[in-house]
Nanobody
Framework: QVQLVESGGGLVQAGDSLTLSCAAS????????MGWFRQAPGKEREFVAA????????YYADSVKGRLTISRDNAKNTVYLQMNSLKPEDTAVYYC???????????????????WGQGTQVTVSS
């Protein structure tokens, strides 16, 4: 019922900054909590950050806290992930996801999310 399209990935150097975007369509964007996850080759998908429907509740993985910032603009139906001080360990496919059942709760569990984007590749070289 909602379509998510990530963009903004690419190849960058360690220490660089990058902003990912996730554009949503098909449903009222403000009815969803949104999350960012990432998956490196051969690794399990891991939680990165999540934000409640109104942007008032935010949670980050410890590994990215202080470097990555999640935000949303409901008027633009878009969620962002601002990434600073990128490290090679940040290399992964980044996915955004939407949770329609608990829009007030920015969950860390991937099983909670109902819709997923196609992913965008972020590669950080040293």
């Amino acid at each position: 019922q909602v379509q998510l399209v990530e963009s903004g990935g690419g190849l960058v150097q360690a220490g660089d900054s990058l902003t990912l975007s996730c554009a949503a369509s098909g449903r009222t964007f403000s009815n969803y909590a949104m999350g960012w996850f990432r998956q490196a080759p051969g690794k399990e998908r891991e939680f990165v950050a999540a934000i409640s429907w109104n942007g008032l509740s935010i949670y980050y993985a410890d590994s990215v806290k202080g470097r990555l910032t999640i935000s949303r603009d409901n008027a633009k139906n878009t969620v962002y992930l601002q990434m600073n001080s990128l490290k090679p360990e940040d290399t992964a496919v980044y996915y955004c996801a939407a949770d329609s059942d608990s829009p007030w709760y920015p969950s860390r569990g991937e099983g909670v999310y109902d819709y997923w984007g196609q992913g965008t590749q972020v590669t950080v070289s040293s």
